[in-house]
Each structure stands twice: as structure tokens, then as C-alpha cells.
């Protein structure tokens, strides 16, 4: 019996008529991120993370075909009981790293099943664009790459399992946590974060950063917020997305060369900038990287700010993405649907159906624009407008109050205009550069 995502007939959910064209970037020599520009009728996937998860969550989904099956067969693969720890495990139970997250990630894959989420193979260059935008938050990644058909469904149940085991494995070794920091100025927050030892493990956008290091740590920063801010500890079994968690990136590192990642057919935000992956090996690479590393969902919401998001389905358990990207986006027109029950999932349909009922015809990008993947001041490089730039050209530089990222074209194009000045104040995602890509003959 084949438990994957399958087809539904009716409405593929990856299927869109529309296309965005042109893809964002991402590349290890250079960091930096590219939007389309004539992007319109974009349908974005969400899949949350850990602490996204409720007691009892999987009972009301447990009336669908096939749902109590597809739970046990993933518990199967993760060597835990998935389906009795998402029906009657309680708040302490569904806290445990090691379950919790393939927990999360199963439910996510199941329910994209049964809107018809199957990514199948879709040829795609450059120039011909992806039909639907998906992003997850921490381990959400691995639904994300599983949707995108980086991995399989196995594989991803499979490795986040191991993910899960090795976190509360790290976490067990030294007591850390986790506080999020709500309001507040972004640069006080951060310095405050830096002042009491901790790391921003998580920049979520919407005036949420997350705190995670010491508990000591933690507990002065809650004795003195920053200004106009308030910190709000999180019931989670350490800190995550620090270098605390580095002896689970080892052993992630050891186990992934064993897989063989495709490359993604869908358009995948990365949570280490919020650019897309051009290739599996990357997205593999990412998911190990992103273990010790900050999660930039305030990246991954500019960029879909940018591509013109019209319609966004957050997979369950679900509601906490939503929230943000409504804070984030406050004013904008785009539906945000968290799915929290079988009641959604006909709305769902209803948007994915109505992303069907457009016609666009497919066309080349005719300008791109580049966009700052971090808060600073900008120092653009002294390159005239209308020069022809071969991929990888320095573009400048954004200072931060903690680092300095440099910003290259990732693709061969002739700068078309400049829109910003040097010391220019940037946020993550506002735009930088218009480029004309050169189209091959």
C-alpha cells in the first residue's frame, strides 16, 4: 500500500496555471536573494514547527480515510507511537523533542495529502518559474522539502526523527531554553538579546525575535526587557537553533550523505535568508545547517511579501505561521487560511481552485529585483547603471549592528537601476538593485 502523498484528480494543490517568473537565489559562495518581477496570483504553503502542537490534535483528522493507517505507518518509521501521542498524549507528552517533531511534520504531509499535494516531476529552468511558493518554520523545513519533492515522504518522516532524537539528545546535556521577545525596537531587542549572553534563535517578523540560550540568561533578560517589550518564556526542552545543538548537527552531518536529495520542482524559501533553493544538495545542506543556526521567517515573509502572495494555506497543526504573516501584512489584501480542522479543508479547496480558474500565459522575466536579506545600512558598489553584470558581481554590502553581508547578482543581467544610496537604512526584504536578466537565445 503506497501511504505517500497522492494526486487527487480533481485538484492537484502544486498544479497552478499561473507562474511566477523567474526564481529567487541561493548559493553558498554568496549570499544574497533575487525577486521576479510580473508575479501575481501566487498561492504560498506554509508548514509550522515545533510548538505548534496541541493535545489531542490528530482526533478530529482521525474521521478521514486512511488517516489512522498513515499514522501508524509514519510512527513506524520514527520509532514512535505517533497516533497515541497525537490522540491522548498530554502538554508534558507532546513536549518531548524526540516525538514531537516527526509528529508535526506527519500531520502536515497528511493533510497536504488530502488536499492533493503530490510533487511530481515539473521541468523548470530559470526562465520558466514555479507555480507555488512553499515555506516551513524549523522543522517544518522537512515538510517543506518533502512537498517541493526534495525528499520523499519516508525520508523526511525518517530524518526528522533523527532531528528530534539528537536535539533532546543536546538539550539533555546542558539546561537551555527558549523566550520570545514580543514588541519593542528590533536593535534594542537584539542588543539586549546580546547583552545577557543569548542568540536570536528565531526572527519571525510581526515584532517577534526569540531568545534562546542559558537559563540564567533567560531569566535576566525577562528582569529587564528591553523597552516597550515584553518576554514570554516558551514551553519548549532547550535551545534551539544555537551552537548548544551542535552535536546534533554532527550527527545529522554523518547521515545525510546517504540520501539522495532531487531538485526542488516547486519555488522553496529557505529559513537561513528567505531565498529559494536552485538545488537538493543545497536544500539538504540547509537542513542540517539550520540546526545550530537562526531561523529567518522575517526573511521568508519579505520574500513572498515581494512575490505578491495572493492566497496562503497553513498546514496543521496550524495558526501560529497565519498569525504572523496577518501581523506581517497587515493591510494586505491576500486570503490566510490556518487549517485547523477537517471544517478548513473544504476553503482550502475553494482557494486552490480558484488559483486554478486563472489564465496567465507564461512569459520571461523582463526585470528582477535584488532585495537586502538583513536590517542595515547599505554601501552599494561603485558599478554604473546599464553595465552588464556576469552572475556572482559584488553589488555591495549591508552592515548590521552584527554583521556585514554582501550582496552579489546571482545571475548574468545588465543593472537597470539603482534604488537605493549609500548609508540608505534598509529592512530584510526591502529592494536594492533592478536587474534585466539575459535570456539565453
Not at 496555471?17 to 549570499?31: D, E, H, N, Q, Y
Not at 490534535?57 to 510512527?75: D, H, N, V
Not at 545571475?411 to 539575459?438: K, M
Request: proline share 7%; charged share 20%; with cysteine.
Amino acid at each position: 500500500m503506497n501511504h505517500g502523498l497522492t494526486a487527487h484528480p480533481a485538484r492537484g494543490l502544486w498544479r497552478l496555471p499561473t507562474k511566477i517568473t523567474g526564481v529567487l537565489s541561493c548559493r553558498t559562495a554568496a549570499r544574497q536573494n533575487s525577486i521576479p518581477g510580473n508575479v501575481s496570483h501566487v498561492l504560498a504553503v506554509l508548514a509550522p514547527g515545533q510548538g505548534a502542537q496541541k493535545p489531542g490534535m490528530l482526533t478530529p483528522w482521525l474521521e478521514l480515510p486512511g488517516a489512522e493507517s498513515f499514522f501508524r505507518w509514519a510512527g513506524a518509521i520514527a520509532d514512535a507511537d505517533l497516533l497515541t501521542l497525537g490522540t491522548t498524549g498530554d502538554a508534558e507528552a507532546i513536549k518531548d523533542t524526540a516525538v514531537t517533531q516527526p509528529l508535526v511534520v506527519a500531520m502536515s504531509l497528511f493533510v497536504a495529502r488530502e488536499l492533493g499535494g503530490l510533487p511530481g516531476p515539473v521541468a523548470h529552468s530559470p526562465h520558466t518559474g514555479r507555480d507555488v511558493v512553499i515555506a516551513g518554520h524549523s522543522v517544518g523545513e522537512l515538510t517543506a522539502a518533502a512537498l517541493a519533492g526534495v525528499l520523499s515522504v519516508e525520508a523526511a518522516i525518517a530524518l526528522t526523527a533523527v532531528r528530534g532524537r539528537a536535539m533532546a539528545a543536546a538539550c539533555a546535556r546542558t539546561p537551555t531554553g527558549m523566550s520570545a521577545v514580543l514588541g519593542g525596537d528590533p536593535d534594542e531587542v537584539l542588543t539586549a538579546i546580546e547583552k545577557h549572553g543569548l542568540t536570536p534563535a528565531n526572527m519571525n517578523g510581526a515584532g517577534q525575535i526569540v531568545a534562546a540560550g542559558s537559563l540564567d540568561g533567560l531569566a535576566a533578560l525577562k528582569a529587564d526587557p528591553p523597552a516597550k517589550a515584553r518576554i514570554m518564556p516558551l514551553s519548549v526542552a532547550g535551545a534551539f537553533h544555537t551552537d548548544y545543538m551542535a552535536p546534533a548537527r554532527e550527527e545529522l552531518e554523518g547521515l545525510v550523505g546517504g540520501l539522495r536529495p532531487a531538485d526542488p520542482s516547486r519555488l522553496l524559501l529557505s529559513n537561513a535568508d528567505g531565498a529559494a533553493v536552485d538545488s537538493g544538495t543545497e536544500a539538504l545542506s540547509r537542513l542540517v545547517s539550520q540546526v545550530t543556526s537562526p531561523v529567518r521567517f522575517d526573511a521568508c515573509l519579505a520574500t513572498m511579501r515581494e512575490l505578491g502572495v495572493s492566497a496562503v494555506i497553513e498546514l496543521p497543526p496550524a495558526g501560529a505561521l497565519a498569525g504572523l504573516a496577518k501581523r506581517e501584512w497587515k493591510g494586505s489584501d491576500a486570503e490566510i487560511l490556518a487549517l485547523s480542522s477537517p471544517a478548513d479543508l473544504d476553503r482550502a479547496r475553494e482557494l486552490i481552485d480558484a488559483e486554478h480558474g486563472r489564465t496567465e500565459a507564461e512569459h520571461l522575466p523582463d526585470w528582477r529585483v535584488v532585495v537586502s536579506p538583513v536590517r542595515g545600512t547599505v554601501s552599494p558598489a561603485e558599478v554604473a547603471e546599464g553595465t552588464h553584470l556576469p552572475a556572482g558581481t559584488p553589488l555591495g554590502s549591508i552592515r548590521s549592528r552584527r554583521e556585514e553581508v554582501n550582496v552579489s547578482a546571482g545571475y548574468d543581467g545588465v543593472l537597470a537601476e539603482w534604488l537605493v544610496h549609500d548609508g540608505d537604512l534598509v529592512d530584510a526584504g526591502d529592494p536594492i538593485a533592478r536587474l534585466y536578466p539575459e535570456v539565453p537565445a
